[in-house]
């Protein structure tokens, strides 16, 4: 007999014939833990919160009844932390539902309702046929595919009620009389939600697509998708095949997880994969487990021409989603590395890229040992082979954040990296310490990114892109590729959290009413909406002027506004307080001066908050690492000012000393500052006089419009350039320094001279009580001792060489020959020169020659100040990195009329866009024109975009499920159990009540006679 064998198929022959396409992502919306929106996801996300807390025991369960430490005590569980979503608003009715039945439906399908609204009103399309909110689309084109693990948490509260039989088995073996037996099994039962008409649909997992489709009329698939983990992706992969073959024209997509009692704690537990410490730490050296949290994660998907024919906002491109198995393993739980790496390398295939050209991972990253070792030793594989450079991608998970989100993780990282595309930030991820080894930072392709960094743009202009993988048990693994979309600008990313509440009236007695009408009790998004209207009406032409800058859950306002009220009453014309309060009354007859600092000033991660926030911080950062290219092609300039995160001082170190290497600092500091004037000038800052401290005169000039930005870092590369150059010894040979003392100037000339110290120099003027010299470091060490020696206080600088002394004479004949090709435009800003402490000539010449040899000249810090006074500056603002100079313009201005603002006031320890309200907050109390009605963007027209409904009957609804009300029962009266005759022997003796015997560390009841009391039969 002759068998027929199955012809071989050709790899072609078997590929799929299905065209993958670009696909937009449109429209997002989730609830995950202390996140109600992707606003808020996102915010929590960049800034780094953890949002892992205990159990709440009013709606989830109580660690009391099943916490135990002991990894292997029987159905108890080592962990008592998770990530927990807020209560929600929920109106049964706008969604439906019946109240009576909210009780028989799982919150998964409830909650998946809302996170759906959320992501269709997000991508501008109506929840309804009726078109009222939004854009109307053809419904039965729409397909809803969602990511569910099973059945839903509710299947384990009617499945307990259906025990009933073993209750009474087990209390009538336990000797208790049938009518005590009945009462307790009714309370027992009375403790789960009882079986109605709706729980059958209620605890089914597909039916929390099913309900999506039926609340929002959407008429194309409908289903779920179980991938355990991984369902997220698996229903998103599912999808897009619907839009590559023309099945849909835009799909619903994500994963519902809300099941986080004790069952699945349980179940986490006795694998076990529960981190013992409470959190997820992945990539961590100290991982030890996973911990679980609960969430939703939905989003619009469109084919991208679709997408962008209809005016679509779209977030990111969806490149493609790789695919496959494990196939045979050790365990059906256990992952593969081999499985997950064709995974990946389908993905890049699909997407037509390398991995070399991805910038950001978001791993699966539990945090448990073997699954994160089984991953890096994958992803390190496929990576190591596209290229041998290292540290090109940032690797995180954000599990960190918000625990295991089980069939919404895939959604949560997806979410995140669109965001992170969207945004052009590079998101952090917490609790590493200490990498994994092989993760550790210049060692692998991969470095743990553990602080929020700009995205800034690749040199060779390709698009920004991410990956992100989400594994799930049995060996379903999954791996997309997102891309930035291009056309699309750099939002400001507006979070809400910083908010500037400006008053005015025609004086201090009008504005204190104004404050005793603020609701300062009011929740978060209805103070946002005041201020946000205060500021639409505010003037700061004004007679009295009154700001507070306010911080969501860190500032007092109660506290704040009654001590504004206390200093409104002093009858002081101008004053602010620590804490975020600017008054300012009369007209402003002053000028605006704008500084600048100079070398000195720089640290790393400068200004971080707001090149991650503002679009014109990232454009500036763009334009040096053009700049720093053309003499370093292989370097970007915003990696030494934003480097990698690093993990020994002595890697940290290294980083400070390669930024103050004075041919990056001065760069850095270019576009550091350039980049922050540009967002002073989006607010409508406009500057009477400009001056810098040193290398700050180049940014002052910019400011004042004699040098374009292109010229001005071309200008700071070649100057840092030709500083170190020729700041390596003078024409002797002799090294030189610099050295800052605290004394006035006569002292230290006279000091100079008593000592014959005629190589030193008084090179920076700074302030009344502040010199810096400068020379050769012989004379530096010899000055040095001198002054401690008289209890002088003084501090060597660290600096390449002698700045604004012969030693770097050398360098002013180039520097003229590179502003010669400047063009020194006329402006009506004056600008004041270091050097004569004047303002700069108009001749172009003159200006040339000017700041060509203001490298080798003392820097007259202190008439610069005492000229822009004279002139008519009142207020002054330092605009870069720290706060070096309000000190000595302070110590300068003493007792003359003045006020000072800086914007890094904090110097980096405080929020970026915290301290920058502080500014404007301070202009605009001055009364200098601001426009502070662009400040938190468009809320106002959020707010006013939002459906209107009648306010209806709401329910909080929590991850849990609803619980039953307490039972009302009176207890009965115990009988005794009537034993019958009919049992033989060996049975009755199995089926004996046990018969409580005493313990000596048990008190007995004691009688009147003072005797202890027998235990009853």
Known sequence: MQVSKTPEVSKQDSAATVTPVPLAIVGMGCLYPKADNTSAYWSNIRDGVDAITEIPTDTHWNPADYFDDDKTAPDMTYAKTGGFINKQAFDPLHYGISPNNIEATDTTQLLGMMACEQALLDAGYCTDKSGKDGKAFDRDRASVIMGVTGTLELVIPLGARLSHPLWKKALADAGVDNETAKDVVARMSEGYVPWQENSFPGLLGNVAAGRIANRFDLGGTNCVVDAAC???????????????????????????????????????????????????????????????????????????????????????????????????????????????????????????????????????????????????KAIHAVYADASSEDSWAAIGSVKSMIGHTKAAAGSAGFIKAALALHHKVLPPTIKVDEPADILKPYSSPFYVNTVKRPWVSRMNGSPRRAALSAFGFGGSNYHAVLEEYQQTAKPIDWDGDVQIIALNGDNADAISQQLDALDTKADWNTLRTTAAESRKAFDTNADARLLLVVQKNKTDLVKLVNSAKTQLASGKTHWQTPDGAFFGSGKQDGKLAVLFPGQGAQYTGMLRDLACQFPQMLSALELGNSTFGQSKPNERLSDLIYPIPVFTDEQKDAQTAQLNDTRNTQPALGAVSLGAWQVLQHFGITADFTAGHSFGELVALHAAGRITADELMKLALVRGQLMAQSGDQDTSGTSGGMMAVMLDKPTVEAFLSENKLDGLIVANHNSPQQVVLSGPEDQIDQAQKLLKAQKSRCKKLAVSSAFHSSFVSDAAKPFAQALAEVNFAKTDIKVFANTTAEGYPDDVDACRDLLANQLAKPVRFVEQIENLHQAGSRTFIEVGPNRHLAGMVGSILDGKEHTLFSLDTSTGRKSGQYDLALLLAGIASSGHAVNLTIWDGDWLDHVAAQPKRKKGFTLPVSGANARPKPSNRKPVTPKPRVQTTSQTPAKQAQSQPLTPTRSSNVTQPTQPNGQAGQANP
Request: charged share 20%.
């Open 230 to 376: 991984a369902s997220s992706l698996s229903a998103m992969h599912m999808g897009i095949m619907e839009l590559y073959t023309n099945r849909a024209d835009m799909v619903i997509t994500g994963g519902l997880d809300t099941f986080n009692d004790i069952f699945m704690y349980m179940c986490f537990s006795k694998t076990p994969a529960m981190s013992p410490s409470g959190h997820a730490k992945p990539f961590s050296k100290a991982a030890d487990g996973t911990i679980l949290g609960e969430g939703l994660g939905i989003t619009v998907l469109k084919r991208l021409d679709d997408a962008q024919r209809d005016g679509d906002k779209i977030y990111a491109v969806l490149k493609a989603i790789g695919t496959s198995s494990d196939g045979r393993g050790n365990a059906i739980y256990a992952p593969s590395d081999t499985g997950q790496m064709k995974c990946l390398r389908d993905a890049y295939d699909q997407a037509g890229i390398t991995p070399r050209e991805i910038d950001l991972v978001e791993a699966h990253g539990t945090g448990t040992k073997a699954g994160d070792a089984t991953e890096i």
